[in-house]
């Protein structure tokens, strides 16, 4: 499978927006569908998803006028009512306020060598199997001179990313105590509001605190010489730092101790198994080339760590996980590497790399001997 790609250079969000959901519209659509039947699997009926979907709207308008300006033309150029639309980037938010547990999601490890060479970075993208066809890489130009590059799912304004500003951003689910159905400011709008404006981990910790949160996630923002784990969520913003050889790993449990007392990761979840995989192989993780990385996270839970995790097709749709892609991040290049698929899957030409960085034109050479009959009209090959 290919990751499908989208490249805009309009600086208006509005346009930029309508630009994406014209462009893909059948994915958009498909993806915001598939939403719905979850969120109804999890017992939220669509007049609680659409409550709370324009209450996430409104706070994103609040804290993010130019992301709630780009989500609008997303609906007008895909065709769907605001709201639809406004749910797929409030997703997690809605998970929250419907009280969803589940034992899936990501594995993230970054390494800073030291050297001044690029930080190494990698990480699954678990989630529902049913959303394998949502994947979207887009590039886009944020304001003038600058530009991001992102792995998201159609409709969702942001996720994972890197800025032509250096600075790279992972991303975790996490679940809380003070988790809230008194919606916020998405999650998805504070990772992406960080890649369009944040040129340091400094500038990255100043824009999540200044949030209303109502669920919780950590994004790993990375810079060439620094990294932080950003813990959001609604009762404050923690910081993990890299330990004392420039290693740093998260999956789905806090680890800041201002936090931890909130935890809400089931008993019997994963999260803990794939951190301790993380740590122990840190060497592997420090590895130059990402297919190296992604190689260091095959573990399925027979190697007594779902790293790499397959879905159980006995299961719910809502219930399935699975490992739908991997991603690296190159900082100094600026660049984003995914491979479709979970680590078992990844060999070096499994990378579609995205570059946050105005595209280079495509010159097409003009045919030899050959000579038009007229304006405007066919040319004929002799």
Not at 354 to 361: D, E, M, Q, T
């Amino acid at each position: 499978m290919t990751l499908a790609t989208h490249v805009s250079t309009a600086t208006d969000p509005r346009a930029r927006g309508r630009e994406l959901g014209e462009a893909h519209r059948d994915a958009v659509r498909a993806t915001a569908a598939t939403y719905l039947e979850l969120f109804a699997a999890h017992g939220a009926d669509e007049a609680r998803v659409r409550g709370w979907a324009e209450r996430a709207l409104d706070a994103t308008a609040g804290w993010a006028p130019a992301a709630a300006a780009e989500i609008e033309g997303i609906a007008a150029g895909s065709g769907l009512p605001l709201w639809r639309v406004a749910a797929l980037t409030a997703r997690t938010e809605i998970l929250a306020a419907a009280d969803v547990t589940g034992h899936g999601e990501c594995s993230t490890a970054v390494v800073l060598p030291g050297d001044g060479t690029a930080p190494r970075t990698v990480q699954t993208w678990d989630w529902h199997d049913v959303l394998r066809g949502a994947m979207l890489g887009r590039t886009l130009r944020p304001a003038p001179g600058r530009w991001v590059c992102t792995f998201t799912e159609a409709g969702v304004i942001g996720k994972i990313g890197v800025s032509s500003a250096g600075l790279g951003l992972h991303f975790n689910a996490l679940k809380h105590a003070s988790d809230t159905p008194d919606i916020g400011v998405p999650v998805h709008v504070v990772a992406r509001r960080i890649l369009d404006e944040a040129d340091t981990v400094a500038d990255a910790v100043a824009l999540a605190r200044s949030a209303r949160l109502s669920a919780s996630t950590v994004v790993t923002v990375v810079t060439r010489g620094e990294a932080r784990c950003l813990e959001l969520s609604p009762a404050g913003v923690g910081e993990v730092a890299p330990d004392a050889t420039g290693f740093l790993a998260h999956t789905n449990h806090f680890l800041d101790p201002r936090l931890v007392d909130g935890e809400r990761a089931d008993a019997d979840s994963t999260t803990w198994r794939r951190l301790a995989w993380l740590r122990a192989h840190r060497d592997a993780l420090a590895a130059p080339d990402p297919t190296a990385r992604a190689r260091a996270l095959h573990a399925h839970a027979a190697d007594g760590a779902a790293v790499c995790a397959h879905p159980d097709l006995a299961l719910a749709p809502h219930e399935r996980w699975e490992s739908l892609a991997t991603v690296a991040i190159d900082v100094v290049d600026r660049s984003l590497h995914v491979a479709v698929g979970g680590p078992c899957t990844v060999g070096p030409d499994s990378w579609q790399v995205l570059r946050a960085a105005a595209p280079v034109p495509v010159h097409r050479p003009t045919a030899t001997g050959q000579r038009s009959r007229g304006r405007n009209r066919p040319v004929r090959a002799r």
